[in-house]
Structure formats: structure tokens, C-alpha cells
């Protein structure tokens, strides 16, 4: 090879490295995992690196708030990147609906969950697992099923609470609850259920549960940030988010 290529080879791969960047976001744990596999792609694609953190959407709030080194913040909901925004922890004019949220009742046993959730009317288990409702948004949209089906009260005895959606689906996966309202993206692989059964709750028992990414003030001017969330409105993502069971 050439001296003179070898040389331009080298400078661009200097180059590259050089512009290369890290970038720190705050993930809702229900997006775990299809962020575990679009933060793989994102840094093949383009060199940066992804520092992610999963955890519940009303914990990352208070921690951004209090100064925590996040980037960018990939809520389980549209209101906290919307509150972010007005209170000045986030640039404004970058928050975006990346996934639309589906919400599902799970049970590790196969065949026990039926495909319309009349077992919740039978109410013949132990226990129930959801989100605890003032952390996480899919606790919240769990808690108006229940109450529009006019069973809050009824099973209210039965309810146990995760930290947040990751939890929740830990208490169902371990036995310690007998059943539990999780999201599409941990149960399903490709659009199939991969354990147990389940029941797809239908969208009009609860609102539309948008999760809505946003840039936060700490990441403004990040190239590595900009870059990602520039990746997250793309092609390639959206049909990734959507074979987890997610709407865009």
C-alpha cells in the first residue's frame, strides 16, 4: 500500500476517534431492552460511547433536578420531559414521542392468564404486581385499568408494588407475585411472547402512555448527544423500538 494512503487511512481513523464522545442517559427501565441493542448500534454506527442508566422515571426527575451528570432523558411518560423543559433542566424545543408505550398483564405460568383478563374479575391468586403509580408511568396506567374496571378497591389487598417496571416484572418472573402488569417490551421478543401468558391491555382502559425523550441542559452542545437522539427519530430505531411492541 502507498505510504501517502496508508497515511490518509491513519489520519482519518485519528480523526474519527478524536470526534468520538460519551453520552449519559437517563433510560426508564421499561426501555431497557431495546436500548441495550440500539446502544450497540448507535456505537458501531458512529464511535460514540453510551453510559445508560435504567431506573424509574420519577427517581430519574428528582436526581436530574439535583444535578445529575444525564445527557439526555428517555422517559416512561411525556409530562416529566415537559416539566423538565419548563423548569430550564432541558433544551427547549427537543422533546420528541419516541415509543408509545403497551401495557400487558403477565404471569410466568403458562395458560393462567386468559386473553380477555378475566382473571382479574375471578381475582384466584395471591398476588399482583404493578409499578408503584406516583414513580413510574406504567404503575399509573396499571392503576386506571383496575380502577375502570372497578377493581382497585376489590383487589387493593392483593397489590404488590415494584420501585418501578423492572421490579415489577422481577416479582413475576420469581414467583413472588402470581401475576403483574408489565410492559410489551419484556415479555415479548419480536412480537411473541416469550414465557408464561398474557393479556395485551386494550388502549382505551388507560391513556396513551407516550414516552417522550428530551435533551437535558448537561448534554447541550454534546455532539455524542445530539447524535443520539438524531439516531432515536431514525429508521433504523423505529423499526427496532417496534419489534419490541411498541407504537411510534
Same mark, same amino acid.
Given at each position: 500500500?502507498? #505510504? &501517502?494512503?496508508?497515511?490518509?487511512?491513519?489520519?482519518?481513523?485519528?480523526?474519527?476517534?478524536?470526534?468520538?464522545?460519551?453520552?449519559?442517559?437517563?433510560?426508564?427501565?421499561?426501555? =431497557?431492552?431495546? =436500548?441495550?441493542?440500539?446502544?450497540?448500534?448507535?456505537?458501531?454506527?458512529?464511535?460514540?460511547?453510551?453510559?445508560?442508566? &435504567?431506573? %424509574?422515571?420519577?427517581?430519574?426527575?428528582?436526581?436530574?433536578?439535583?444535578?445529575?451528570?444525564?445527557?439526555?432523558?428517555?422517559?416512561?411518560?411525556?409530562?416529566?420531559?415537559?416539566?423538565?423543559?419548563?423548569?430550564?433542566?432541558?433544551?427547549?424545543?427537543?422533546?420528541? *414521542?419516541?415509543?408509545?408505550?403497551?401495557?400487558?398483564?403477565?404471569?410466568?405460568?403458562?395458560?393462567? @392468564?386468559?386473553?380477555?383478563? #378475566?382473571?382479574?374479575?375471578?381475582?384466584?391468586?395471591?398476588? +399482583?404486581?404493578?409499578?408503584?403509580?406516583? +414513580?413510574?408511568? &406504567?404503575?399509573?396506567?396499571?392503576?386506571?385499568?383496575?380502577?375502570? =374496571?372497578?377493581?382497585?378497591?376489590?383487589?387493593?389487598?392483593?397489590?404488590?408494588?415494584?420501585?418501578?417496571?423492572?421490579?415489577?416484572?422481577?416479582? @413475576?418472573?420469581?414467583?413472588?407475585?402470581?401475576?403483574?402488569?408489565? %410492559?410489551?417490551?419484556?415479555?415479548?421478543?419480536?412480537?411473541?411472547?416469550? %414465557?408464561?401468558?398474557?393479556?395485551?391491555?386494550?388502549?382505551?382502559?388507560?391513556?396513551?402512555?407516550?414516552?417522550?425523550?428530551?435533551?437535558?441542559?448537561?448534554?447541550?452542545?454534546?455532539?455524542?448527544?445530539?447524535?443520539?437522539? %438524531? &439516531?432515536?427519530?431514525?429508521?433504523?430505531?423505529? =423499526?427496532?423500538?417496534? *419489534?419490541?411492541?411498541?407504537?411510534?
Amino acid at each position: 500500500m502507498p #505510504r &501517502y494512503v496508508f497515511a490518509l487511512i491513519t489520519l482519518f481513523a485519528l480523526a474519527s476517534h478524536t470526534s468520538a464522545g460519551e453520552v449519559r442517559i437517563a433510560v426508564a427501565s421499561n426501555f =431497557m431492552a431495546p =436500548m441495550k441493542v440500539m446502544a450497540a448500534q448507535f456505537e458501531r454506527d458512529t464511535g460514540h460511547t453510551v453510559l445508560a442508566s &435504567y431506573g %424509574s422515571t420519577g427517581k430519574f426527575y428528582a436526581q436530574i433536578r439535583n444535578g445529575a451528570p444525564f445527557d439526555i432523558l428517555l422517559a416512561a411518560d411525556d409530562e416529566t420531559p415537559a416539566r423538565l423543559d419548563r423548569e430550564g433542566a432541558a433544551v427547549a424545543s427537543t422533546r420528541f *414521542t419516541y415509543a408509545i408505550g403497551q401495557l400487558v398483564l403477565w404471569s410466568a405460568q403458562a395458560g393462567l @392468564v386468559d386473553d380477555q383478563g #378475566r382473571l382479574l374479575m375471578k381475582g384466584n391468586f395471591a398476588h +399482583l404486581a404493578l409499578a408503584d403509580p406516583k +414513580l413510574a408511568p &406504567y404503575g399509573a396506567a396499571a392503576l386506571e385499568v383496575l380502577q375502570k =374496571m372497578k377493581l382497585d378497591r376489590v383487589l387493593a389487598p392483593k397489590l404488590v408494588l415494584g420501585e418501578n417496571i423492572a421490579q415489577t416484572h422481577q416479582f @413475576v418472573a420469581s414467583g413472588a407475585a402470581t401475576l403483574g402488569f408489565v %410492559s410489551s417490551s419484556q415479555v415479548l421478543d419480536n412480537g411473541k411472547l416469550t %414465557s408464561g401468558s398474557a393479556w395485551p391491555v386494550p388502549a382505551d382502559l388507560h391513556a396513551p402512555i407516550r414516552q417522550d425523550a428530551v435533551l437535558l441542559a448537561q448534554g447541550k452542545g454534546k455532539p455524542a448527544a445530539e447524535a443520539f437522539l %438524531s &439516531y432515536l427519530k431514525g429508521e433504523k430505531a423505529g =423499526m427496532l423500538i417496534t *419489534t419490541f411492541g411498541y407504537g411510534r
